[in-house]
């Protein structure tokens, strides 16, 4: 495509229509009132949305963006040439729209834009930040502390010394909560406005963890006055209300840009892709203003942990086990997995065996018909969600997704085979990775983990010494799993289904080569 790009200069060229919405607040008149941390698709399909429409129906033009962007500058180079304007192509079934976004104002990258990060940070006009870094970006160690043996931690440590004793030193962060901190200790120092931190990340109780880990980060400052001067405002004036997000945003595609380019005749290099559903659950805990996001369809509540809970283990935990069965299978789409008719039937087998049992609906949420919406959602063939793509960062996901489900079913004194499926799924995953099938495992155990898997004829030779040896990864398991017989058992089991399953496959059109029931779920 060689048109001109979507920018403040070119908008005004698209009209309106039934399959096109402008920005509902002008960005010229926007200023920023959010540092948003992980400035990736999601963040865009959701969020960066809500926040638009808050604004719009209450009437305010300050809760403009500045996304910080993570490991590289991709996002910029996306962004700032487009004036933070961006499209959300919204693909239903048969039917698909386009809504281009003008909340976020302005995109920085820490390698050379720290010291704004830290500014806007510091800034009485900036009430919030929010966070959509991944489970693995809050960088946990063990007991709910920061990891303080990572290098890159200990360097941001050392600036956040610094920056107490009004240094106010302009290297880089090399974290996300790193250069948080550093923003909040600027903050103190120039009259300690009051603030609120907004993880949007899947990690059930997300504000108490990155409270906790905020707090752990300030309180190996080695200097005590500073460091309880930061920790007093942290207590008195800085909130971490929980959230649940939900809305499925899959990789972006060059079909996907050039059907967005159809609509507007402009080329839209930020382009993200999400289905019609989308909802927040916000805890209704602030230090100070926010945006009117129940305004635009978010529920604020005293109690996010029944929703979040829902979610994680319902729709989180059945993605996962269609990711791995998926991928194994020869599928490389949530849809087509989905679609084969032996892997809905463990996906219904987990959520039904497992999962339901677990759960106490909350307001407003019949859990039966959230399991079939969420199997539905899956099933949007205009979703191009690519299992590689959900099946990352297995080690930081399981615990979240699958392991409370599993304490709580072992608690009650019953066996959680499906979960023991989702587990075994995984482990075949890890297993895959060192041979010739092509998957890249993407996790930050990746190392400890393909070492302690092997091959998967080193996994079919000694099933029980490889659930055993993956069992004990104390970073992954907690003790009640890890020490559960009845669950290693389970686990040692459905790798021999998980290996049926993977042997059938799936035929070259991904249709399903439909045999057995999927046993011991």
Not at 218 to 227: F, I, K, L, Q, Y
Request: proline share 5%; net charge negative; charged share 25%.
């Amino acid at each position: 495509m060689t048109s001109d790009r979507l920018s403040l200069a070119t908008v005004g060229r698209v009209a309106a229509s039934d399959a096109v919405r402008l920005p509902r607040v002008d960005p010229r008149d926007t200023t920023i009132g959010i540092v948003h941390f992980g400035i990736g698709a999601f963040h865009r399909a959701h969020q960066a949305v809500f926040t638009e429409d808050a604004a719009a129906e209450a009437g305010e033009t300050h809760w403009g963006i500045l996304g910080v962007t993570g490991r590289t500058d991709s996002v910029v180079r996306q962004l700032e040439p487009q004036d933070g304007l961006y499209g959300v192509l919204q693909k239903g079934v048969g039917e698909t729209e386009l809504r281009i976004v003008g909340s976020v104002r302005a995109v920085a990258w820490p390698e050379t834009d720290t010291e704004r990060v830290l500014e806007t940070l510091a800034s009485p006009t900036t009430h919030l930040a929010t966070l959509t870094v991944t489970e693995k970006g809050y960088l946990r160690g063990r007991g709910g502390s920061i990891d303080l043996g990572l290098d890159r931690v200990r360097a941001d440590l050392a600036l956040i010394e610094r920056e107490l004793a009004g240094e106010s030193p302009r290297h880089a962060s090399a974290t996300p909560l790193g250069l948080l901190v550093r923003g909040l200790a600027r903050r103190l120092r120039r009259g300690a406005e009051p603030f609120s931190v907004v993880s949007c990340d899947n990690l059930a109780d997300n504000g108490s963890i990155t409270r906790g880990l905020v707090t752990s980060l300030v309180e190996a400052v080695s200097e005590p006055g500073a460091r309880d001067e930061l920790l007093d405002y942290l207590g008195a004036s800085v909130r971490f209300p929980s959230t649940m997000v939900d809305r499925i945003a899959p990789a972006t595609t060059d079909a996907d840009r050039a059907e967005a380019f159809a609509l507007t005749g402009l080329t839209d290099e930020a382009l993200v892709v999400a289905e019609p559903f989308t909802q927040w659950v916000i805890e209704n805990d602030f230090a100070g203003p926010r945006p009117a996001w129940e305004k635009a369809g978010a529920i604020l509540t005293d109690d996010v942990a029944p929703y979040e809970r829902v979610k994680l283990r319902i729709l989180n935990a059945t993605h996962s086990l269609l990711a791995y069965l998926g991928a194994l299978r020869g599928h490389d789409t949530i849809a087509a997995a989905v679609a084969d008719e032996e892997l809905r039937h463990a996906a219904l087998a987990i959520l039904d065996g497992d999962i339901l049992p677990t759960l106490v609906a909350p307001e407003g949420i019949d859990l039966a018909h959230y399991r079939d919406t969420v199997l539905d959602r899956f099933a949007n063939p205009s979703l191009a969600h690519t299992t590689r793509q959900v099946a990352m960062d297995g080690s930081q996901k399981l615990p979240n997704r699958m392991l409370g489900t599993a304490l709580d079913r072992l608690d009650a004194g019953h066996t959680p085979h499906g979960i023991a499926l989702g587990v075994a799924a995984w482990i075949s995953y890890v297993a895959a990775s060192t041979g010739e099938r092509p998957f890249h495992l993407d996790d930050p155990l990746a190392v400890e983990l393909q070492a302690i898997v092997g091959s998967t004829a080193a996994l079919e030779a000694d099933p029980e010494g490889t659930v055993d040896r993956v069992l004990a990864v104390e970073a992954v398991f907690p003790e009640r799993v890890r020490g559960s017989a009845e669950f290693r058992a389970a686990v040692v089991t459905q790798l021999a289904v998980v290996a049926r399953l993977v042997g059938e496959g799936a035929g070259a059109d991904g249709a399903s080569v439909v045999g057995k029931p999927v046993a011991s779920v």
